[in-house]
């Protein structure tokens, strides 16, 4: 007989993995949404609720698992990058459009996504339980780690030299702002996490009000898109993503998710770039080239997602990665529930709540709830789900939905000072972004930088 606590966990993991999936799957539809602006606040909202850790942990993952499927939609039928990490497939997801087979495209690229979530799992548990026997070093050494990992997450960013430059006065004004809010007896952690996850969308809201940047914004006609019919190739509701990709597109993804995995502090739009060029290096027919090296690339982003999670997650407890700094940061540092407390040398968040074998379990679980509700979704309604976000969803009013939510959060936690610390942080980091490449990730590594790093330093010279 199964016991009632475990019973009990996956209940509850089920039902917030189903709920993420349901709801990031929505969310990958409406073309231009970025990860850390979705994924962060969302599932820092659920944590501050209460939720139990397994499932916080099936609600992220899930959640970006169905995202990264359901990004492929607008990517492929409607030409605009779903998010973030669907930018790098625009091009061949272009030229299969134009070819008229976006359909085809959309399928490539949902099953690699698939195929390479079920591998990178295990994967990335795997190789955190390699790593891990160093994980008590690391967090004494935190402080320094830091540091080091956002100079390297700076340089391979967009920004190279430029964002490693800006890291100094992005830590200044961290520090500087603590300084204030501690004048006043507020102490702040969640608004600065906030701030920097909708930084370009506080730098849009805010140039809407600048005469200038309003005229570019505005449009004269409505914007037309062209959906090619629907042709559906397999048989039931559920296609079978080995049957969907051929065996060289499933070597390749299978591959690609491989390398992907066992790396865990690179940024994810690189290695979709590095690896997909790979892929198109070694496949000669131009229309296989296509169709395999999206479905490598998909794969790739979803691949990079988990195991730039799972990994610092479970190896060390320290958001030592882009995803882990940006979009995942909640699972790490999600005050009072959450903790990161590097010069005292603890941490206290889902790293020490669940086993290993509970990660890979309820991991391998998030994976599975989002292909039941995703995948076949995506399959069979992606073009009927377009028309739908095209001609009715408002992006007005998602922008809308997230800005109340985030003040809710901010003047929950530190009223007045919270909501102006979110304007500040995210209207200075969106303006970086923008300008020289400044990502959220480099900026999440500024923020540990200047709570971590700089007291050490402090110490060490006082």
Not at 8 to 14: F, G, P, S
Not at 329 to 346: E, S
């Amino acid at each position: 007989m199964m016991d009632a606590a475990l019973l009990n966990d996956l209940m509850v993991a089920t039902g917030m993995g189903l709920l993420g999936a349901a709801v990031f799957a929505a969310i990958g539809l409406i073309s231009g949404t970025d990860e850390t602006t979705t994924l962060a606040p969302l599932t820092l909202l659920v944590v501050l609720l209460g939720v139990p850790p397994v499932g916080v942990f099936t609600f992220f993952l899930a959640g970006a698992v169905a995202k990264h499927m359901t990004h492929a939609i607008p990517t492929a039928l409607l030409g605009i990058p779903g998010d973030t990490l669907a930018t790098p497939l625009m091009r061949e997801a272009n030229i299969m459009r134009n070819l008229g087979v976006p359909h085809i495209a959309l399928r490539k690229m949902v099953s690699g996504a698939v195929v390479a979530a079920f591998v990178s799992v295990p994967l990335a548990v795997l190789f955190a339980v390699i790593l891990a026997p160093f994980g008590p070093v690391i967090v004494k050494a935190a402080p320094w780690i830091f540091v080091v990992a956002a100079v390297l997450i700076a340089y391979f960013s967009a920004g190279r030299w430029a964002a490693v430059a800006a890291l100094v006065p992005f830590v200044l004004l961290i520090i500087a702002l603590q300084a204030l809010t501690a004048a006043h007896n507020v102490k702040l952690t969640v608004s600065y996490f906030l701030g920097i996850a909708i930084g370009p969308l506080i730098v849009d809201l805010v140039s809407s009000l600048a005469p200038g940047e309003r005229k570019k914004q505005e449009r004269d006609t409505v914007r037309t898109f062209q959906l090619a019919p629907d042709a559906k190739g397999w048989a039931g509701y559920f296609p079978n993503p080995l049957k969907v990709l051929d065996r060289v597109q499933v070597k390749w993804t299978l591959a690609t998710a491989g390398i992907s995995s066992a790396t865990f502090v690179f940024s994810p739009v690189a290695m979709t770039v590095v690896l997909g060029e790979l892929v198109s290096s070694r496949v000669k027919h131009a229309y296989h080239r296509l169709t395999t090296t999206l479905a490598a690339k998909n794969g790739v982003t979803e691949a990079t997602y988990i195991a730039e999670a799972l990994i610092p997650l479970i190896a060390f407890g320290l958001p030592l990665s882009p995803v882990a700094a940006g979009p995942a940061a909640p699972l790490f540092n999600a005050p009072p529930r959450f903790t990161v407390d590097g010069p005292n040398g603890t941490v206290n968040n889902l790293h020490n709540m669940l086993s290993h074998w509970e990660f890979l379990g309820y991991g391998l679980l998030a994976v599975l709830l989002a292909t039941i509700v995703a995948y076949p979704f995506a399959m069979t309604y992606a073009r009927r789900a377009a028309l739908f976000v095209s001609r009715k969803v408002s992006h007005e009013a998602i922008i809308a939905t997230f800005v109340g939510l985030i003040m809710v959060i901010s003047i929950w936690e530190g009223q007045l000072l919270g909501l102006l610390v979110i304007l500040t942080v995210g209207l200075v980091g969106g303006m970086l972004s923008r300008a020289i490449g400044f990502n959220s990730g480099v900026q999440f590594m500024g923020y540990y930088t200047a709570v971590l790093t700089v007291p050490a330093i402090l110490k060490l010279f006082g």
